[in-house]
């Protein structure tokens, strides 16, 4: 049962990781700013830093099945 909630979550966080990291690129190549209000390098740094954390935790998760 532990394998069917790590899967789960493994790739809840894999997709949202992966999602925020193409995310950040396109509004970076783009030249629009990732979060409205924020210094639009440290909104891209962290949204970068979030995204690579995501998918880290995602493939933690899926080595734990």
Known sequence: MESV??????????L??????????ARTARRAPVAVGVSPVAST???????????VLGVWCF???
């Open 5 to 14: 909630t790590a899967g789960f979550a493994g790739a809840t966080f894999v």
């Open 16 to 25: 949202f990781g992966a999602a925020l990291l193409v995310w950040t690129g």
């Open 45 to 55: 740094a962290l949204a970068t830093l979030f995204g690579v954390l995501f998918l």
């Open 63 to 65: 080595t734990r099945i």
